[in-house]
């Protein structure tokens, strides 16, 4: 078996990535923070398929954690996380330093706005974007990559790095993953991990109601009604309810004729202090 390289520097990462780049092979970017699952390894399988090398980032970012979130206690398993990539045959895992991304006297940030300021998760947790946005752009133009993929659980993100990705001129290809879900139908997350066996059951509600408000779209009844019993649903289910949303799936904004837009149903919830998020299309 190959060995899989391991940078921690970004000096180290472009004496890999310039070797790799002059022998005209294209290099797949997986941003990740850790705890990887099988979520993660669907995002290696793909950018496998699309890339001659992978790259895996590891690096829990405290710009896109707010005040009072679980930057402190988010799982970190460094060598968990390298035997799983490993076994799916990453070609290099890089596992910087804050102070290498964020040098003494940092001060420059991306700021964004459009899908970023849709009133979902931006609403929650001020300054999240920014700090996802900044934290991509830099993993970006390190490594050099020519794609990578995103998966589709954290919607509003794949859509702020999308336009992000296009405002700045990065010639890097977003690659949208489909949710990969647990056989109940719980969208894997690093945070399921806080959760005991009996409350994912409960957990997997979310993805009932949304597939529940998919059809009840489908049938013509309207997005205002779909949104407001979904949210009732998980309300009475005991959640904490951020939202529970119909937008057009394209830009995030408010539905003006659910007969012709792409849709998009979004939820976000707590359960037990865990927040949850998830979301599907309208087919």
Known sequence: MKKMEIARTGDELRLHCDAWRDLGYTIALVPTMGALHEGHMKLVETA????????????????????????????????????????????????????????????????????ARAGLEDAHRPGHFDGVATVVAKLFIASGCHLAPFGEKDYQQLLVVRRMTRDLGLPVEIVPVPTVREESGLALSSRNAYLSPERRKTAALIYEELERAAK????????????????????????????????????????????????????????????????????
Not at 233 to 238: E, N, R
């Open 216 to 283: 009840r779209l489908k049938q013509g009844v309207s997005a205002e009604a779909v949104a407001f019993d979904g949210r009732q649903a998980l309300i009475d289910a005991g959640f904490e309810v951020d939202y529970f949303v119909v937008r057009n799936a394209e830009t995030l904004r408010p539905v003006k004729d659910q007969r012709t837009e792409p849709l998009r149903i979004l939820a976000a919830a707590r359960l037990d202090g865990v927040r949850l998020i998830d979301n599907i299309p309208v087919a």
């Open 48 to 115: 496998k398929r699309r890339a001659d090398i992978v790259i895996v980032s590891i690096f829990v970012n405290p710009l896109q954690f707010g005040k009072g979130e679980d930057f402190d206690r988010y799982p970190r398993n460094e060598e968990a996380d390298l035997e799983k990539l490993r076994a799916a045959k990453a070609d290099l895992a890089w596992l910087p330093r804050a102070e290498e991304l964020y040098p003494p006297g940092f001060c420059t940030t991306v700021h964004v706005e459009g899908p």
